[in-house]
Nanobody
């Protein structure tokens, strides 16, 4: 099972930017479908973005499309989430996840599709 560690969260004002990173422990990272999810207080964990093992295919939730960009560097075993034009409704704990199988990259990906999870990093956007 891939070990994942997120970093880069913090407090930012509305309209600001943050870049999250997700570092993986295993070389198998380069073949894993990866995703970002988030969970706000009192809400279920929701899909944010996903990326294929090659990085060529991506998908985004409608709520973040055009503002967030997912990317990966397989040589560094790291995935990123660049978040721009942040809004208070983006406030949540952000989790990175890795699948042990090749997944079709769509916006319907669910938490159950991913086997490995990081501990999460808090993102707070003040109004």
């Amino acid at each position: 099972q891939v070990q994942l560690v997120e970093s880069g969260g913090g407090l930012v004002q509305t309209g600001g930017s943050l870049r999250l990173s997700c570092a993986a422990s295993e070389r198998t990272f380069s073949r894993a479908t990866m995703g970002w999810f988030r969970q706000a207080p009192g809400k279920e964990r929701e899909f944010v973005a996903a990326i294929s093992w090659s990085g060529r295919v991506t998908a985004y939730a409608d709520s973040v499309k055009g503002r967030f960009t997912i990317s990966r560097d397989n040589a560094k075993r790291t995935m990123y989430l660049q978040m721009n034009s942040l809004k208070p409704e983006d406030t949540a704990v952000y989790f990175c996840a890795a699948s042990s199988t090749i997944l079709t990259i769509t916006t319907t990906l669910h938490t159950a599709d991913f086997r490995s999870w990081g501990q999460g990093t808090q993102v707070t956007v003040s109004s």
